[in-house]
């Protein structure tokens, strides 16, 4: 019976070094490309911006098409393990070398090293993208159906973790303001827990066992089909209505994205410009907010199990721009780092785990069983294509109209998303608390 199969948490929790990996290597890049770019190669914030959203483009058409090829290929070792080692290899050997045409250009500015620069950055964001879409494909790969959630909220948190690895690791490193930092040790700290992590995955994860026991599970547990059947034609559909709220969620998806990146992206600028503060200092503000929002999760879940997802995400979003418009204030009333910026970056870590947490269920709650992975990538579709466009604009609108520009630009997007969100009517469903509430924290990365 469902009822009685567990989730087995060692293995969900030795898979999630994968993902923990990669969103050690993500924030990693949010944080210091952006610094490079400007500091070192002297790039206006448009050109800084184009190149930001690199990795998302690239993440745009390749994810898919990775993806697929990673289904169909049949190894001693796994369909995604082979992925996963490839990409992983080549990632920490371009990342090595990458800080090397930093620190030989800021030498001797050159045209050659610059390309250089490029030239790495882009080979390591293919094998990123080479390395990302079959690691989080391995989850449910691994988990019978009934569990995923409890997967999925495992694989976050190991996320989340990599990620606030990264900036304890740069706070510590990276105290001093006013001087040129040399990136050279970080990123050879990062490569080596993106190998040593991948490399524990590849010795206790046997994919091949793990997939067959999965496999045999789903044979005797069949798929319910959730949509409305036409008995003419016997083919499922969704209602219209539903549709529309689909429509409606994907936009606000697209939109409180277009509003959170673009403040985290240009945060490290943006700190050090306009408040004086130290690479140490603007990442402390970025810890604490992943940081609370960690610890947010469990009791922001318990909320929605009795308010709802809907009013849940409505309250995510009205804190989440309310904060963004606070920062814009205090552009004018700080000149440096002041604790207040952590208790506003606090607030920012629930409102994100807010969204988050009811967001991805309420779109997957409109599809049936054997489409959630379709209705998952619809997501990713929304917010991929969100980050590669802000960048863009708000780097503009940082390079032509002024820094003040940043938060007034993250406030007025997510705004907009309440609006959308307004006009969802499905997806909101009322479960009761389940008994394992760590199945509360199926957020996404």
């Not at 992590?197 to 599970?217: D, G, H, N, T």
Request: glycine share 6%; hydrophobic share 50%.
């Amino acid at each position: 019976m469902k009822e009685t199969i567990k989730l087995n948490y060692k293995r969900t929790f030795t898979v999630g070094l994968a993902f923990m990996s990669i969103c050690a290597f993500w924030q990693l890049y949010d944080n210091v490309i952006p610094l490079i770019l400007k500091n070192t190669f002297n790039l206006s914030d448009t050109w800084s911006g184009v190149i930001m959203a690199l990795d998302n483009v690239i993440a745009l058409f390749l994810l898919p098409i990775l993806g697929a090829l990673s289904d169909k290929r049949q190894t001693r070792i796994g369909r995604r393990m082979p992925f996963i080692l490839a990409g992983t290899a080549i990632a920490v050997v371009l990342m090595v070398f990458l800080p090397v045409f930093d620190n030989r250009y800021y030498e001797s500015a050159s045209e050659g090293m610059f390309i250089g620069f490029l030239v790495v950055l882009g080979l390591l964001l293919i094998s990123m993208a080479l390395y990302r879409s079959p690691a989080v494909a391995l989850m449910p790969d691994v988990t019978p159906k009934p569990l995923r959630s409890k997967g999925n909220a495992i694989i976050n948190l190991m996320g989340a973790v990599g990620g606030i690895l990264y900036l304890i690791i740069s706070s510590v490193m990276f105290r001093q303001k006013g001087v040129r930092n040399d990136y050279q040790m970080i990123f050879i700290i990062i490569a080596a827990i993106m190998a040593i992590s991948v490399f524990i995955l590849f010795i206790f994860i046997k994919e091949p066992e793990c997939v067959k026991e999965v496999q045999e599970y789903e044979a005797t547990h069949p798929e319910d089909n959730l949509e409305v059947k036409d008995e003419a034609t016997s083919k499922t559909y969704l209602p219209r209505e539903v549709k529309r709220s689909l429509y409606f969620i994907l936009a606000s998806i697209a939109l409180w994205f277009m509003g959170y990146n673009a403040i985290t992206t240009a945060f490290s600028k943006y700190a050090t410009l306009e408040w004086n503060m130290s690479l140490s200092q603007a990442n402390q503000c970025l810890t604490i907010a992943t940081g609370v929002a960690i610890l947010s999760y469990i009791p922001i879940g318990e909320i929605a199990s009795r308010v709802g997802r809907k009013k849940s995400i409505i309250f995510g979003v009205l804190l989440l721009s309310s904060c963004f418009l606070t920062g814009f204030i205090l552009n004018y009333a700080l000149k440096g780092f002041s604790p207040v910026l952590l208790v506003v970056f606090g607030l920012i870590g629930i409102a994100w785990a807010t969204i988050n947490v009811n967001s991805l269920p309420m779109v997957v709650e409109m599809c049936k069983e054997s489409d959630i992975g379709r209705y998952t990538g619809y997501y990713y579709t929304c917010s991929m294509a969100a980050q590669i466009i802000t960048p863009i604009l708000s780097g503009a609108l940082l390079e032509h109209v002024g820094y003040w520009t940043l938060f007034p630009y993250g406030a007025l997007f997510v705004f907009f998303a309440l609006i959308t969100m307004l006009n969802v009517k499905h997806g909101d469903n009322k479960p009761e608390l389940p008994k394992d509430r760590l199945e509360l924290l199926d957020v996404d990365d």
